[in-house]
Nanobody
Framework: QVQLVESGGGLVQPGGSLKLSCAASGIDFSMYDTDWYRQAPGKQRDLVARIFSGGGTNYADSVKGRFTISRDNAKNTVYLQMNSLKPEDTAVYYC?????????WGQGTQVTVSS
């Protein structure tokens, strides 16, 4: 059974930092493209960052220079380091692992940026 478990969310002040983790069981992250998405209340779920199985990365324009996605193959975990957080970064953040004919989601972790 495949499970993706996100953690690391919470309440942070504007300008602060958080590091999200997505730990996988049942799959090998190094063989999947893995994404972080986020969804704010009343809005669609948007792609934030992607790390390809080969290690390349992509970012949404809104987070470039502030967020960094990374992967630890030994721990089978993908991270999202979020710096210089803004109130508009407030959302539920989801981890997604996919490859042809396979697509897995975590349950999400809440990030709230507020003073």
């Amino acid at each position: 059974q495949v499970q993706l478990v996100e953690s690391g969310g919470g309440l942070v002040q504007p300008g602060g930092s958080l590091k999200l983790s997505c730990a996988a069981s049942g799959i090998d992250f190094s063989m999947y493209d893995t994404d972080w998405y986020r969804q704010a209340p009343g809005k669609q779920r948007d792609l934030v960052a992607r790390i390809f199985s080969g290690g390349g990365t992509n970012y949404a324009d809104s987070v470039k220079g502030r967020f960094t996605i990374s992967r630890d193959n030994a721990k089978n975990t993908v991270y999202l380091q979020m710096n210089s957080l803004k109130p508009e970064d407030t959302a539920v953040y989801y981890c997604n692992a996919r490859r042809p004919w396979q697509n897995y989601w975590g349950q999400g972790t809440q990030v709230t940026v507020s003073s």
